[in-house]
């Protein structure tokens, strides 16, 4: 029989990942978003984490760098979780230090969060959970993301580098970056028309292009087009 071909590329941080049943345990930590859009209240960032050896309860994750948002904690110091597994219940393995369930410690301005782990979880085991932020005012380039564990054992994980998707989401590029954020607007506003001539018809062109995608339902209005003889209507 001769050999097949196989694809000798890295997957989920792994050399010849994809190769069939290359398999290893190794570290791996990301992290994406769902809306690169300035002000957007409805942000969710998205935490994969694999972890190459045992987690055990009261074991901590800290991730920090998340700098810029408009999410303040609440009372307690805390932020909610959710599950991103599809079903899972990821978020369920974490609570705060002070044992809060389904919740992280966060602070603000440092943009760190904290995560106990709230039961034993096996070394391989891929988790992944959520949480909504607000995005800043302004645009900005998404900020340097790191991970880092303190686990039992001595196995604890030093301060790394998270994974970002680095794809375009939205029309941005990058846009998919954790809290790689732009501010909607038009790149290209142009408009002319096809006839100077007084009562004649005359065909206005418009060519927009935005900096973010537009969805079905989003309004755009064009103002003081005065003098045209034309009714009111589509």
Not at 201 to 213: E, G, I, K, P, Y
């Amino acid at each position: 029989p001769a050999p097949m071909t196989r694809p000798a590329t890295k997957l989920l941080g792994v050399a010849n990942g994809a190769d069939p049943l290359e398999v290893k345990l190794q570290n791996y930590f990301a992290i994406g978003q769902s809306n690169p859009a300035a002000g957007a209240t409805n942000n969710e960032i998205t935490v994969t984490l694999v972890f190459a050896v045992a987690l055990a309860a009261s074991d901590t994750v800290t991730i920090s760098g998340l700098t810029g948002t408009q999410t303040d904690p609440d009372g307690n110091g805390d932020i909610a979780l959710a599950d991103a597994s599809g079903g899972s219940n990821d978020h369920q393995k974490f609570r705060t230090v002070a044992d809060v369930a389904n919740k992280g410690d966060w602070v603000k301005n440092t943009g760190t969060l904290t995560l106990e782990a709230a039961e034993g979880v096996t070394a391989g085991t891929m988790l992944r959970l959520k949480f909504t932020v607000t995005n800043p005012a302004a645009a900005q380039a998404s900020p340097a993301v790191s991970i880092a564990a303190t686990i039992a054992g001595g196995n604890n994980v030093a301060q790394v580098a998270m994974t970002k998707p680095g794809t375009a989401l939205g029309g941005v590029a990058n846009g998919a970056d954790p809290l790689m954020v732009v501010v909607p607007a038009f790149t290209t506003k142009a408009i002319g028309q096809s006839n100077p001539t007084a009562g004649a018809t005359n065909r206005l062109t418009v060519t927009l292009v935005s900096a973010t995608a537009l969805a079905v339902g989003d309004t755009v209005t064009i103002s003081a087009l005065t003098g045209a003889v034309a009714t009111d209507g589509n």
